[in-house]
């Protein structure tokens, strides 16, 4: 089987894809190589898979050129050329698919060539295919900007300096460009904001970066006020107005009144936002629930909340965004170990099954051997959670620290120490190499590594242990209620 980023390419076409890019070949604007073409049909024959025995550079030359002598530079140099169409196709086939971006384009050539009239309906006819759109997202406020870039710019260029019907056009102009990019800015800025804080959870963060010092600077919750009373627009009050209640949930965290209002809102005008903004909103109840649940007072009710949050999401496909319709494995995984904590069993099986392939196909296989086993684990099922284990290849798996830590406590459970003790050496070793993971979690983990290394030895070599330090470090370690348990069985034995 041969490789090469073109059949990567080919791999992501649909049957209209591929008869469409023979078409799009076939066209001497686009290609004017017909020996192109005939490598392209020798190639997609080996479509969809491409992993047929038969398909080597060597005969894939035979079908295109029999009586020449295999050329292995000529081959690479078709494979090249047809990466470069291939890509030229796709641009193609995006670019017809955004009515909006194309007017962007032609505006730019009809400026060049001073098609003013042209130039003139072009303004016109795009702002009312905007001021149609039901969707209001980024998207819309820099095609908004841009539009308004170029019909101020045509003011300029066209129109008489001198009389008062210039200066209101130019006035009007300049304060809706401006609009529109406060609009942006704004949206845009708060999520940034927001992403940083999440993960500051996870890793560490200079308090001087630059979008923290902003947000210091400037009183964003006045500011979305003022939008949202200026939007003269229903669907931009609404926006805006879920910003708001957002940024004061966040703003205000301590009083969870915030977060009720945040929360009702949203659901009650969740028809006016786009797929990305509900995308990103939900995922702020999400955070502030996790949040939340880290108190020791709460954390009952907010998991319980969490867990509704997240059926929600799943139930409506709110985990969908504008450029996938994949589960992300990070929400699979946070919401599987949820529910395996709150013992929802029967719901975490339906969970798997159902949703094992609504994850992208590079990930599916990895992801539902690591749920069944978390779901075994949690189902004092040990002998099947290490057949599920060991169909995950670590070295490409992404959340290889979780797998580390259940197999541990897995082999402590089997009483299966010497695998535990060899695991535990190479787990030290990892954390010590590791550039990703915060000291801080580095920290709770070498605890919890430490800990059950001093379990094992006190139960293999009767070395004594000191139960009480231990359960003063409880509080900062992970899987704290697991070794809470097992201190107990030592303690009774």
Partial sequence: MYNHLVIDVLKSFTKKDVKRFREFLNSP????????????????????????????????????SPSSSFNNSTMLNQMSFLLKASQNYLVQNRITKKEIELTDFLRAELFERKLNNLLQMNIRRTNEKLEKEKIINAEYFLNKIKLSTDALNFININKPRSNRVYINDNINKLTERGMYITYLFVTEILKEFDNLRTLENSFDIDEKNFIFQLFEKINFSEILKFLASNSGN?????????????????????DERNYLIYKKYLLENQAFLSTDEIRFHFGRLVRYCM????????????????????????????????VSNYLPVELYRTVLLLALKLRKFKWTMEFIKKFKSKVHPDRRRYMYYYSLAHYYFNRRMYEDTIKSFHKVDLNHFLFKVDMKNLMLMTYYELNEFEPALSLIDSYKQFLSHDKILTSNRKKQYREFVNTLHKMILYKTSAISINKKLIEKKLVQMPFRDWLSRKLLEIDNK
Avoid: C, M, R, W
């Fill in 29 to 64: 604007y686009h290609n004017k190589s017909e020996k192109l073409i005939k490598f392209y049909d020798a190639l997609i024959k080996f479509y969809p898979t491409f992993n047929s025995a038969s398909f080597t550079i060597e005969n894939i030359q035979k079908k295109i």
């Fill in 234 to 254: 229903k669907v931009l009050l609404k926006i805006f107005e879920t910003y708001y209640y957002f940024f004061n949930a966040f703003s205000n965290f301590d």
């Fill in 291 to 322: 949040q939340k649940s880290l108190n020791e007072v709460a954390f009952h009710k907010y998991e319980s909340e969490l867990f509704n949050v997240y059926n929600f999401i799943l139930t409506n496909g709110y985990y969908k965004s504008e």
